[in-house]
């Protein structure tokens, strides 16, 4: 028996028309419905602008990341740890662990730049643990242990990558500006020098005409004619034409050769957050483009210890003993503290519990029935 198809692609296809099977599926799979959403696809605003660096504490193990927090199980961070040996590669990511090394902050806008920044630091890992240099004859002395572990420890190389990354090093490096870009920051590093300028002109009028006036009130002061004012203007205003002629030549030709020349090659800014200041000195040196601040920004997890080892403090003493130590000054106090202390001594006399000790011999199933013990003894267990 035929049972009724379901859908409207069933029903088409059991009608009697010339309807071509193909025709209806297109027609039914169609995404002419289907909004792109164009939104969804690419970085995210800001994706890039920083790069953090976190640090394994013990082994020197170094992890780059876009994010401030590391997740415990990601597998996107562990698989920038290499496999050398077995029980060497940590399976999670401890928060205890793993300690923010430093931030790169790069200006709002320059995603693209820190992006490829981090790709040139990864590859630049890379050639770490896989190319030895001159440590190469050192290495194979080791064991696969010993060489894991100095595989591992690439926190002195990281700082030195960053450097040379941050100074242009590498095929590609967006660290260079364009001719565009080089050309747009003359130009507005040249219209801030000229508003400087005038500012400072302004001011040094301002302390001039002061100057002039204190003269004058002085002047009047001592019965001497003021010189006037008008005088000085117009002997102003004949010699400058003649000293700002030829300085106004000059700034058209020094203009016209700088649009026909290129610009010097320059670098983007960035800005260094260290956790200890310490670590930067790993590196040989820092190109100019580079500024260091000791500190992290806020929204970085750090771990914090809280052990009495580490942080060297006792533990704090007990109530009992503060009391013992620190005795009632008044009379009253004294009482209700020895009220007290005879309170808790009652309670914890109550709350002792006797431990007696236990038998060695073992109960049969019928001892712990209530039965005899077990072994060749007759005695009754029971009270």
Not at 182 to 200: S, T
Not at 257 to 277: F, G, M, Q, V
């Amino acid at each position: 028996m035929n049972s009724t198809p379901a859908s409207l692609v069933g029903i088409l296809d059991s009608l009697a028309i010339g309807v071509f099977r193909t025709s209806i599926r297109q027609a039914h799979t169609q995404t002419r419905f289907r909004r792109k959403k164009y939104n969804l696809t690419g970085f995210t605003p800001g994706h890039g602008e920083n790069i953090y660096i976190f640090n394994h504490i013990e082994n020197g193990m170094v992890i780059y990341s876009h994010e401030p927090i590391l997740k415990r199980d990601s597998q996107k961070y562990l698989s920038q740890i290499p496999f050398t040996v077995k029980k060497q590669k940590p399976p999670v990511i401890r928060a205890d662990y793993w300690q923010p090394l430093c931030m790169i902050e790069f200006g709002p806008g320059q995603g693209v730049v820190g992006r490829n920044v981090f790709q040139k630091l990864r590859e630049f890992r890379t050639l770490h643990e896989l190319e030895w240099g001159w440590q190469a004859d050192e290495f194979k002395k080791l064991n696969r242990y010993e060489r894991g572990k100095r595989i591992h420890d690439q926190k002195p190389n990281t700082v030195a990558d960053i450097a040379a990354v941050l100074a242009g090093a590498g095929r590609g490096n967006l660290m260079w500006m364009s001719e565009k870009q080089a050309r747009v920051l003359e130009a507005a590093e040249a219209a801030a020098a000229k508003a400087a300028a005038k500012v400072a002109a302004k001011e040094a009028e301002e302390k001039a005409a002061a100057a002039r006036a204190a003269e004058a009130a002085n002047a009047v002061e001592s019965g001497k004619a003021a010189p006037s004012t008008t005088q000085e203007q117009t002997t102003q205003e004949q010699a400058t034409p003649a000293s700002v002629a030829p300085e106004t030549q000059t700034t058209t030709v020094a203009a016209v050769k700088a649009k026909s020349e290129k610009p010097a090659r320059r670098l983007h800014k960035a800005t260094i957050y260290w956790s200890n200041d310490a670590d930067l000195y790993w590196a040989r040196d820092w190109s100019d483009n580079v500024e260091h601040e000791v500190g992290l920004p806020d929204g970085i997890k750090v771990w914090r210890w809280q052990t009495r080892e580490i942080m060297g403090h006792e533990d704090e003493e007990g109530p009992e003993v503060m009391a013992e130590e620190n005795p009632a000054e008044n009379g009253e106090q004294g009482q209700e503290g020895g009220d007290a202390g005879k309170f808790a001594e009652g309670e914890a006399k109550e709350a002792e519990v006797v431990v007696e000790p236990k038998s060695d011999s073992k109960k049969s199933w019928l001892g712990w029935l209530g039965g005899r013990k077990g072994g060749s003894g007759s005695q009754d267990v029971r009270p």
